[in-house]
């Protein structure tokens, strides 16, 4: 059984990072991850924002089965699908 966030290497994942007021600060896409939180993370170091990613939202994509949610980092640093 695969959970909400399970990827698999050959998915084509893009990542939007949307700050404060709904700007869109960066996007990204690439393959080889296993979990949502992996493919945020690499955004976040590959952006080189000097923002609190507490204060953004991960927009995730996989653009092989075109399904897409939308992530927070709570205040204990964990990613957070937002609801």
């Not at 084509?12 to 990072?17: E, L, N, R, Y």
């Not at 296993?34 to 507490?54: K, Q, Y």
């Amino acid at each position: 059984m695969e959970t909400f966030d399970s990827l698999k290497p050959q998915d084509q994942v893009s990542v939007t990072i949307w700050g404060p007021e709904d700007s869109r600060l960066y996007q990204s896409t690439n393959t080889g991850y296993h979990t949502v939180e992996e493919a945020v993370r690499e955004a976040i170091a590959n952006a080189g924002l000097e923002i609190n990613p507490e204060d953004c939202v991960f927009e995730v994509r996989n653009d092989n089965t075109l399904v897409s949610h939308k992530y927070r980092f709570n205040a204990h640093g964990n990613l957070v699908l937002e609801v």
